[in-house]
């Protein structure tokens, strides 16, 4: 019989689980049969922070081919970003810990590795495997503690801003590269029928984190600085939050937006979203992909703005 209750789990940074999932799986005590999980073995379970139905779609699509191909068959459990703390703690109590974590931010892997919950043996087992040149090296520097691979990186979180080509142009408007221009956007598209942007609001949610914290990193807010003093009143993250406060609060739709209703095509009330009348807004990339880099000389933030490229 497997052990359901160890202390250690593999944790994957982002989606790509085939390979941790097969160094993950633990071997029945007393047994030199190999991993369970295997044909005819128990399943492993896999957590996931992808929970929004296309992403889960996707991740049960890459388990099939898996299982296909190994005979190991998967229990994929979602798990909500805002949720994972919780969820984490009582299953670890209960001694009821999944075989592999994925999809999970640098955050939770600290998160994990504080409370000694991380299977660093298997993780390094799996660099190795496929070869540390394969991985981004600054990947490697944000997953590891010392010696300890904490977790296997697989891909890095881009938030964008998407706009409508076609309103822009009919306005008279150019590709925003500054916060100013994102502001001069919204400002002059928005109207009772047009939304001039869209982006998280809704306090506790890890999706508003997200968001905000690329705006505020583009603006060189820093929550704390070398010498480990709070910075979080400084110009940049003031700058960084009076922008985003304005933009929600003169050019957008009123209310609560999370997740769920910055992607959806319509918002409850007014007409005013994504697929329909919106000229911008914020969420990442719906595959794999990197903006381009910011101009070389584009303009830094000074005390009362953020003017930062908008990438």
């Known amino acids: 019989m497997r052990t359901r209750g160890r202390s250690t789990v593999a944790a994957v940074a982002t989606a790509a689980l085939a390979v941790a999932m097969l160094a993950g799986c633990t071997q029945d005590e007393g047994s030199d049969t190999g991993p369970t999980g295997g044909t005819g073995g128990e399943p492993i379970t896999v957590w996931t922070a992808d929970t929004l139905p296309d992403r889960v779609a996707k991740t049960e699509a890459i388990i099939e081919k898996f299982t296909a191909a190994t005979g190991v068959q998967v229990d994929l459990v979602g798990v909500p970003e805002d949720q994972f703390n919780q969820v984490l703690t009582s299953s670890a109590a209960a001694g009821d810990l999944p075989d592999v974590i994925g999809s999970i931010s640098l955050a939770q892997v600290r998160t994990l590795a504080a409370n000694d919950l991380v299977d660093s043996d298997t993780n390094k087992a799996i660099v190795e495997s496929l070869g540390e040149g394969t991985f981004s090296e600054r990947a490697l520097e944000l997953t590891r503690d010392g010696d300890e691979q904490l977790s296997v990186p697989d891909s890095s979180w881009q938030q964008l801003l998407y706009y409508r080509k076609d309103l822009f142009e009919k306005a008279g408007l150019t590709a925003p590269k ?134």
């Open 178 to 311: 500054t916060y100013d221009d994102i502001k001069a956007a919204a400002q002059k598209l928005d109207t009772p029928e047009l939304a001039g942007i869209a982006a998280a609001n809704k306090p506790g949610e890890a999706f508003t984190q997200q968001t905000f914290e690329h705006i505020a990193q583009g603006n060189g807010c820093e929550m704390v600085n070398d010498q480990g003093d709070i910075t979080f009143d400084s110009p940049e993250c003031v700058g960084a939050l009076t922008f985003y406060r304005d933009m929600l609060k003169d050019y957008s739709v009123p209310g609560a937006q999370d997740v769920d209703t910055v992607r959806a095509p319509t918002s409850p009330g007014r007409q005013r979203w994504p697929s329909g009348p919106l000229s911008c807004w914020m969420k990442w990339p719906a595959s794999a992909t990197t903006p381009p880099p910011p101009a070389p000389n584009a303009p830094r933030t000074p005390p009362s703005w953020p003017r930062t490229p908008a990438s």
